[in-house]
């Protein structure tokens, strides 16, 4: 009767071990806690878990722990496990010498009272163990761990069961046998399912890597914004966790949090995938799929060619009026002079607005629209020095896009929100979608593409607001723009929370917690670090 009730006993303690087991996730520690239970299950002094590869046939040590020897190898102990795999096969046949890979190999559970007294098997490797360490290894139970299709995908070799009374090294109890071999059975379907959801997790990563490999083959600007936004996202809100005081000091974002944080910042700009490349990289203001400045150097050429040629056909119809005026020939080439050097300096001016570098005042757009009512004749044709498209984008007061240029920019925030909304994300991802396209709301609602109002912006948005701005502010490798100091950079993020446009105190944890100068001092060019007060 006291037998069935430890029998019983046990069932009971293996049913807490199976619902301990599935609710674990983390592989390392996953693989630790079936070594850990299976010992205390057992009462094994000692204990190796073995994972099958299937790649090279062979049994790799993951686990190994002995109480005796107060030693723990592999999982979470730190200490690597240098111990060389087991062959599966040794010349292409199954290796059935060594008693781990006759388990691996068979599936059928091995109870071996004391090691040095059995036949059958090579114990060469306990035996030198043994010899190093100081170590007897006597009784040894090797379990097949089988996963729901009925695969083995590991063994548990657990070593010199101890009385509970005595603590002495006995026999693993045959009556016990069946209900270690389900053990490890659960441990198996635990650890396949752990392994499923971990390749799930690596095929997303693995989607959302190729999504930023795409997008940076589209534009390697935009491809390395990518990459800086999430390393600055995940700084500041790491160094929010670690705030005591302040307005943050109760903030602490989960792991769970952390990892929809940092999902969200590698996929704020998914939505560029449909931006035209010429408007995410348009270095100057008429290009499109080229610079059409070109067009405009080859008409301004075609146009001297006329000037010349109109000052030609004037003294050629001097000279042949029979009487050589040399005052009216000098008149002539003066004229034609003054029209060519009037002519090469508007092209200078044209190819200066083009870069877009500097702010258009009024007076400049004036200029450009006086020249535009110029004109010169092609085959007899009426044609003006400029077109309405090409003044309507030399025109543009700031930087190198024009309003439908900076819808389609605006639309990929937009874009990425549909996008990711597309996606099935468990719940612990369910807002990715919200902060990768709240990076461009403001805090007055002047933002894009919902104008959302602070009330309505959380902070993880918020953190990326900053991230994506600074990182753009300071970026070295965008064609439209010259690399700006840091001084600046950080003198602009003031005007941006003086204008509410970025978190106050997101900005403050970003500056005086130095995560702006790490950050520069790893990622801006040397030329552009200067002296900066915060």
């Known amino acids: 009767m006291a037998k069935n009730i430890g029998y019983g006993e046990h069932v009971d303690k293996l049913l807490k071990i199976g619902t301990a087991l599935s609710a674990e996730r983390n592989l390392d520690k996953l693989l630790e806690m079936i070594l850990d239970l299976a010992r205390e299950f057992t009462r094994a002094d000692a204990g190796t878990l073995y994972l099958v590869v299937e790649e090279t046939q062979e049994l790799k040590f993951e686990i190994a722990h002995n109480d005796t020897l107060g030693s723990r190898l592999g999982g979470t102990s730190g200490n690597v496990v240098n111990i060389p795999p087991v062959p599966l096969k040794v010349d292409g046949k ?94 198996a379907v635990a650890l396949n399912n752990a392994q499923l959801i971990n390749n799930l997790k690596e095929l997303f990563e693995a989607f959302i890597r190729s999504i930023a490999t795409a997008i ?11 990459h800086r936004v999430a390393d600055l996202t995940m700084r500041i809100a790491r160094r929010v966790n670690d705030l005591d005081e302040g307005p943050y000091a109760n903030i602490k974002f989960s792991e769970d949090e952390m990892e929809e944080l940092r999902i969200a910042a590698w996929m704020h700009d998914i939505g560029k995938i449909t931006t035209p490349e010429h408007v995410v990289d348009k270095a100057t203001k008429l290009e499109t799929i080229f610079d059409r400045i070109d067009l405009i150097e080859t008409r301004f050429e075609s146009i001297r060619r006329e000037i010349e040629n109109q000052a030609l056909r004037l003294k050629v119809k001097i000279l042949s009026n029979g009487s050589v005026s040399e005052v009216k020939i000098k008149k002539v ?31 400049k757009i004036e200029r450009l629209e006086k020249i535009a009512r110029q004109s010169y004749k092609v085959n007899g044709e009426e044609r003006p020095f400029l077109s309405e498209n090409e003044v309507y984008n030399l025109s543009i007061k700031k930087g190198t896009l024009n309003k439908e240029d900076r819808l389609k920019i605006e639309d990929h925030a937009l874009v990425s929100i549909e996008m990711l909304r597309e996606l099935p994300f468990p719940k612990k991802l369910a807002h990715v979608p919200e902060y990768a396209g709240g990076h461009h709301e403001k805090l007055n609602g002047k933002g894009y593409p919902f104008g959302l109002t602070a009330e309505q912006l959380s902070l993880q948005a918020r953190i990326m607001a900053v991230a994506d701005i600074f990182e753009a502010l300071t970026a070295h490798d965008r064609p439209y723009k010259r690399p700006m100091p840091l001084s ?35 990622e801006m060019d040397p030329t552009q670090l200067d002296e900066v007060n915060v």
């Not at 290796?95 to 060469?124: M, R």
């Not at 070593?159 to 046998?177: G, K, L, W, Y």
């Not at 940076?216 to 990518?226: A, C, D, F």
């Not at 005007?495 to 790893?522: C, H, N, R, S, T």
């Open 94 to 187: 199954e290796n059935v010498a060594n008693v781990s890979a006759y388990v691996g190999n068979t599936g059928k559970l091995v109870n071996i009272p004391d090691v040095y007294e059995a036949d059958g098997f090579d114990f060469t490797g306990p035996r030198k163990y043994d010899e190093m360490t100081g170590y007897r290894t006597r009784s040894m139970m090797c379990v097949p761990m089988r996963n729901h299709e009925d695969e083995i995908i590991g063994v548990l070799q657990l070593m010199n069961a101890r009385d509970e009374e005595t603590s002495e090294v006995i026999p693993f109890p045959e009556e016990f046998m069946a209900l270690t071999e389900s053990l490890a059975s659960q441990a």
């Open 216 to 226: 940076e083959r589209k534009s390697p600007y935009t491809g390395g914004h990518i």
């Open 333 to 363: 080439d003066a004229e034609m002079e003054k029209k060519i050097e009037q002519l090469e300096d508007d092209l200078d001016f044209i190819v200066a607005t083009n870069m877009g570098g500097e702010f258009m005042a009024d007076e």
């Open 488 to 522: 600046k950079a950080v003198q602009i993020m003031g005007f941006f929370v003086k204008d509410e446009e970025l978190d106050p105190d997101v900005v403050d944890v970003f500056l005086k917690g130095g995560i702006f100068m790490e950050y520069a001092q790893e």
